[in-house]
């Protein structure tokens, strides 16, 4: 089952703009991830924040993490048109007895921002 | 640093038929994942092997099997292929040795099965 799930699934918006997306998911984890995929090619990173980490920053992207709520947030300030892409949390299985190479993805938002 | 390779990028089978998956990792890294990635399902683990051991395994019926070569190449196969395995079959990488967490992924390889 998915651990991870993406809020909104779609956001359009005006570069510039800034675009938060939100992921949930279940079970405890050790870290999370972001990654991002342009259409029908391969995923690339772009941020992990450990379990003990509340906040942290990488250029353009902030991502939070409330362990409590079981919940995670990027944000993308001044957004360019080259950001369209899809963007997937993913949580390693360790509740699951999962190993490295295996995380669990939600189902991404589609972001789309016009120039 | 080259990145991680798959082959073919695209191929077309049909029923019935099977087929093999190629991946090379980055240079160093002893870990290599396999993910299939549909619109209905999105990204689910297949599995994971290291230093030529499956070290973990999806929820995928056993049509799905994989091998490590010593070089850690690895190969996926699916047999008796069906149309629900029309997908992108990603492999990512990483040195499975200490969990830094980061997965590095390949371009994929698009299966369409008729």
């Known amino acids: 089952s998915q651990q991870g799930e993406e809020d909104p699934q779609a956001l359009s918006i005006q570069e510039g703009e800034n675009a938060t997306m939100n992921c949930s998911y279940k079970?405890?984890?050790?870290?999370l991830q972001w990654y991002r995929q342009n259409s029908g090619r391969g995923l690339v990173h772009l941020i992990l924040i450990r379990s003990n980490e509340r906040e942290k920053h990488s250029g353009r992207l902030r991502v939070t993490l409330d362990t409590s709520k079981k919940s995670s947030s990027l944000l993308i300030t001044a957004s360019r048109a080259a950001d369209t892409a899809s963007y997937f949390c993913?949580?390693?299985?360790?509740?699951?007895?999962?190993?490295?190479?295996?995380?669990?993805f939600g189902k991404g938002t589609k972001l789309s921002v016009k120039p | 640093k080259a990145g991680v390779t798959q082959t073919p990028r695209y191929l077309i089978k049909t029923r019935g038929q099977q087929v093999t998956l190629s991946c090379s990792p980055i240079s160093g890294h002893r870990s290599v994942s396999w993910y299939q990635q549909t619109p209905g399902q999105g990204l689910q683990f297949l599995f994971e092997y290291f230093s030529e051991t499956q070290r973990n395994k999806g929820n995928f019926p056993g049509r799905f099997s994989g091998r490590q070569f010593s070089n850690s190449r690895s190969e996926m196969n699916v047999s008796t292929l069906e149309l629900g395995d029309s997908a992108l079959y990603l492999c990512?990488?990483?040195?499975?040795?200490?969990?830094?967490?980061?997965?590095?992924f390949g371009e994929g390889s698009r299966l369409t099965v008729l």
């Open positions: 079970t405890s984890i050790n870290n």
């Open positions: 993913a949580t390693d299985a360790s509740g699951y007895g999962g190993s490295q190479g295996n995380l669990i």
């Open positions: 990512a990488s990483s040195s499975g040795l200490v969990n830094t967490g980061e997965l590095f």
